[in-house]
């Protein structure tokens, strides 16, 4: 049989949709607006824009505790959110961004659980050791273990903003139906109770 006649045996990989790519720029966008204000509100006061950088202190207050002493400073001013906030969003925008670097945007499954529990485990052990006295975390601590964090959850954030793409365009996957047969209300067989007659004998 001649080359041209031969059959792939694996499909061909489904094309990335415009929708995909606007939806995984625009939450790309939107999370380096986010690290922008909280970077922008001590410059913002530095300047004279006191007005417009208490505005965006208020509206990070219900987020987070906004100890000047736990938060990087800008001009003599601290950032809009805590040093461990400041990495953890940080983060999560790098690993948004960084995203179809490392998986591809048509896929929605997310990576397993674990990941997410081993990303949560430095996090934890530095907030412990500095809430109980037996370490005294810094700046840096804070940041790197909320930006690990950060960048684990994009793995997860992206994949369901996809299928999500995926829900609206198309409904439930056909995957995630159940069967008719399974719906079917089956009714219940009512064993035989003539042992008189061998063949009807459970």
């Given at each position: 049989?001649?080359a041209?006649?031969y059959?792939p ?6 094309p990335l949709?415009r929708?995909?790519?606007l939806a995984?720029?625009a939450?790309a966008?939107?999370m380096?607006?986010w ?8 410059f ?7 007005a417009?950088?208490q505005v965006?202190y208020?509206?990070f ?10 938060s ?5 001013h601290?950032?809009a ?8 969003y940080?983060?999560?925008t790098a690993?948004?961004?960084f995203y179809p ?7 929605t499954d997310a990576?397993?659980?674990?990941w997410?529990?081993?990303a949560?485990?430095p996090?934890?052990?530095?907030w ?7 370490w005294?975390n810094t700046?840096l601590s804070?940041f790197l273990?909320?930006?690990l ?8 954030i992206?994949p369901g903003?996809m299928?999500?793409l995926?829900y ?14 399974a719906?079917a209300v ?5 064993a ?5 007659s061998?063949?009807?004998?459970i």
């Amino acid at each position: 049989m001649s080359a041209s006649e031969y059959i792939p045996q694996s499909a061909a990989p489904e094309p990335l949709r415009r929708a995909q790519v606007l939806a995984w720029g625009a939450l790309a966008a939107l999370m380096l607006v986010w690290m922008a204000l909280i970077v922008g509100a001590p410059f913002a006061e530095a300047h004279g824009y006191v007005a417009f950088a208490q505005v965006i202190y208020k509206a990070f207050d219900p987020l987070c505790h906004q100890l000047s002493e736990r938060s990087f400073h800008l001009e003599g001013h601290p950032f809009a959110v805590c040093a461990r906030c400041t990495g953890l969003y940080a983060g999560l925008t790098a690993g948004i961004i960084f995203y179809p670097l490392a998986r591809s945007l048509r896929r929605t499954d997310a990576p397993s659980l674990v990941w997410l529990v081993l990303a949560a485990i430095p996090i934890s052990v530095d907030w412990s050791l500095g809430f109980f006295g037996i370490w005294a975390n810094t700046h840096l601590s804070r940041f790197l273990t909320g930006a690990l964090l950060g960048v684990t959850g994009a793995l997860f954030i992206v994949p369901g903003l996809m299928d999500m793409l995926r829900y609206f365009k198309h409904g439930v996957p056909e995957a995630r139906r159940e069967p008719e047969a399974a719906r079917a209300v089956v009714p219940a067989r009512i064993a035989p109770s003539d042992y008189g007659s061998p063949s009807s004998r459970i």
